[in-house]
């Protein structure tokens, strides 16, 4: 059953209007928007966290529970920007998702700091739904790649949690921009329920591994684990997550590691071969 509604919610997808084509469209003004200033010398990491399909509260709740865990592991409190849509508010749309991306790239220092780009909704092979009030449109890779240069950022995470997400670790990865997501690019994810605090994704890498690992591949590896044993106990097919690229990215977050001196070089040291292997 669950297979099938994933199944349909792709079609539902394939004909949704692309983000493209709906810039400009709305003419209400984003609301003003202020982060805590880049410090020079150290750094600084910004969270960009958009929940995106709006008649399932499941994005809303994972939106906001991963900015806060990010915003834990890496010291950016003041440095998160977190939009939702809901059944009854449009608060991510690509208009505000634009001006968002455009409030970070005007605080951040392009080769010093670091943005982290989280995504969550529905998805299909060729990008994630984007529902806000009466409008579905499809977020495609190149959207996404839009987003990020909007935020000037030379070193970029970008983290989807879709079925089908792996497009955008194919489309996106490189060694500046590191990309984990839910799923391969042909397989769907689990755990989209209306009233969810967390998709099975979102609760495996964002609510367990990344809370007690400061590391991003590490707590991956850990979080693909914990999502193939849950789906294997309840009968799915594995969504098989993805990480690729970010080798730079890496390097700049273990500066930003939220623990002591003492336990710094053993928690944040690159892991080994076998535990990075994705």
Known sequence: MRRFLALWLAGLLLAAVPVQESLGQTARRADPIRLQPQRAGQTDVYILSFGLWGPQSVFESEAR????????QFGAKGRSIVRFNTKRRAGATPETLAAAAEAAGRTLDPA?????????????????????????LLVTPGDVRDLLEKTRAQH???????????????????????????????KPSFGCRDGATWTYFGDAFFNKALRREPRLDTAFETARGLVTRREKREGFDPSNPQLAGGAQVLEK??????????????????????????
């Open 65 to 72: 529970g991963a900015a806060r865990v990010l915003e834990q």
């Open 156 to 186: 970029r995470v970008v983290i989807v949690s879709a079925c089908y997400s792996g497009v955008f670790a194919q489309e996106l990865a490189d060694e500046r921009t590191l990309v984990i997501t839910a799923a391969a690019a042909d």
């Open 112 to 136: 010093e700091d670091v943005v982290v780009l989280v995504l969550t909704s529905h998805g299909a092979p060729e990008g994630i739904g984007l529902v806000a009030g009466r409008d579905t």
């Open 253 to 278: 977050l273990q500066q930003t590691c939220r623990i002591s001196p003492a336990q710094q070089a053993c928690r944040c040291e690159r892991p080994s071969a076998r535990s990075a292997a994705c």
